[in-house]
């Protein structure tokens, strides 16, 4: 190589250096926002685990937060917790004591299971604290193993009624919380190190329908069937909202919010509102949360499915509607029902009515409070998708129509009351006699002649 050409080398050396050297320095909520930009876009790298954004946590605070047991990171440490941490050692206790094999081995076969996943645990988190990667590990082992022997134990204990059975649904209900979650594949794991290999235990998914029939607010039993089995789910919560969704379905397309029509205005034109449960299977009957307006029978008819309003209603449809709002892969469909519960049931008058119509089952002492939480769990949250907008198209149409506007002006004018349906109906007798004794006086009159 000639000088000139070696200089000439050092300086395209020196010149890349010069350049590196003045790349600008992002500050660091700019990485973090540009790292967050990138998880979003790629499904592999989705974080779904994640803090509960503040324009929805701050509606109510209390339905992201664990009450008896933290899992994962996120919670990890909490003051009122502390009670159930410690106990974890008693059920990893009982966890090693019912596998094959010694307790050494056990552990040693899961610890080397879950340090090989560390870096894909590490991106299943959002806003997760620096943890080492034994704490991580041994956080994971700890929490799966508390898992598979706490629903292991609800399946044995059954629906007895006990004074532990509210803290065992309490329990459960942590488990669903969008923030109180680890990898779905890191409990998969554990599983098929464990439990899979006794004769005597379910499937994964059996155990974990059991624990999950306990928060899920509505009437109609959860089916193994009805998942889609694409995938392993994100976590617990996500495992829940799959029993949610529609097979094979597709975003209905909307432009505008539909027209809500409550369900004392829907009544009043004649719409009879009737749970799905009751009724013969139908097509309709393949999404568990299926609403379908009916003109068949004699009276039209807006079939639902039938459910318990409660706290745990409000709190687990909160963690299913933030999960929805905020992870792009994953469908509104839990966000479609809470808005058309929303639409419906405005006031406690239609609380009233959709009770009396066997759909609802209010455990809130009020009418006003079932009707104020369902309004509440729709505040803040984004419209992007409505898979009811066919049935609210066709009650819409219905309601417009001459002869069921007609009925409920009527209904509205004439029978708001009972006093003003018996003023009616004696309006209607005196009116008859006046004919009557017109008639009378008639013939009398023409029978003189």
């Known amino acids: 190589m000639s000088n000139k050409e070696g200089s000439s080398s050092h300086a395209v050396s020196q010149q890349e250096i010069h350049v590196e050297e003045r790349e600008p320095i992002l500050p660091r909520t700019v990485k973090i926002l540009l790292d967050f930009v990138d998880r979003?876009?790629?499904?592999?790298?989705?974080?779904?685990?994640?803090?509960?954004?503040?324009?929805?946590?701050?509606?109510?605070?209390?339905?992201?937060?664990?009450?008896?047991?933290?899992?994962?990171?996120?919670?990890?440490?909490r003051e009122n917790l502390k009670l159930m941490e410690d106990k974890k050692a008693s059920f990893l206790h009982e966890f090693l004591t019912g596998v094959p094999g010694s307790r050494e081995e056990t552990l040693k076969k899961c610890d080397e299971q879950v340090r090989g996943s560390v870096d894909k645990i590490r991106r299943c988190y959002f806003g997760m604290k620096p943890y080492s990667e034994d704490e991580l590990v041994q956080m994971m082992v700890m929490d799966a193993c508390f898992i598979l022997q706490f629903i292991d134990n609800l399946s044995k204990s059954g629906d007895q009624h006990s004074e532990n059975r509210l803290r065992s649904r309490s329990v459960a209900l942590d488990l669903v919380l969008l923030e109180n979650q680890i990898p779905f594949f890191v409990l998969r794991d554990i599983y098929e190190l464990t439990f899979k290999t006794l004769e005597s235990k379910p499937s994964l998914n059996t155990m974990l329908l059991n624990l999950l029939e306990r928060v899920n607010p509505f009437f109609e039993k959860l089916k193994v069937e009805d998942l889609s089995g694409e995938e392993d789910p994100y976590h617990i919560l996500g495992f829940l909202h799959d029993f949610y969704q529609i097979k094979n379905s597709k975003p209905p397309g909307i432009e505008e919010l539909p027209r809500a029509h409550s369900a004392v205005e829907l009544h009043e034109v004649g719409v009879r509102f009737r749970p799905n449960e009751n009724e013969t299977p139908n097509e309709n009957r393949t999404w568990i949360m299926a609403m379908a307006f009916e003109q068949s029978s004699h009276k039209p008819t807006l079939r639902m499915p039938k459910v318990l309003i409660d706290n745990f209603f409000e709190v687990a449809l909160r963690n299913l509607i933030a999960y929805e709002q905020y992870s792009t892969p994953v469908r509104n469909y839990v966000t479609s029902y809470a808005m058309a519960m929303d639409m419906l049931a405005a006031t406690p008058a239609d609380i009233a009515r959709l009770g009396k119509s066997g759909v609802i089952v209010n455990h809130l002492g009020s009418n006003e409070k079932a009707s104020n939480m369902i309004s509440s769990i729709c505040k803040d949250v984004t419209f992007l998708d409505f898979y009811y907008i066919e049935s609210w198209n066709e009650a819409k149409k219905y309601y417009d129509s001459y002869w069921s506007k007609n009925i409920g002006v009527l209904k509205r004018k004439y029978f708001s009351t009972p006093w003003k349906a018996i003023a009616l109906l004696a309006g209607i007798i005196l009116f008859l006699i006046a004919v009557v004794q017109f008639v009378f006086r008639v013939i009398k009159f023409t029978s003189l002649r």
């Open 40 to 77: 979003r876009q790629d499904k592999d790298k989705f974080s779904s685990i994640f803090e509960v954004p503040r324009r929805l946590r701050e509606v109510n605070p209390s339905s992201f937060t664990p009450r008896v047991v933290s899992i994962g990171p996120l919670h990890k440490g």
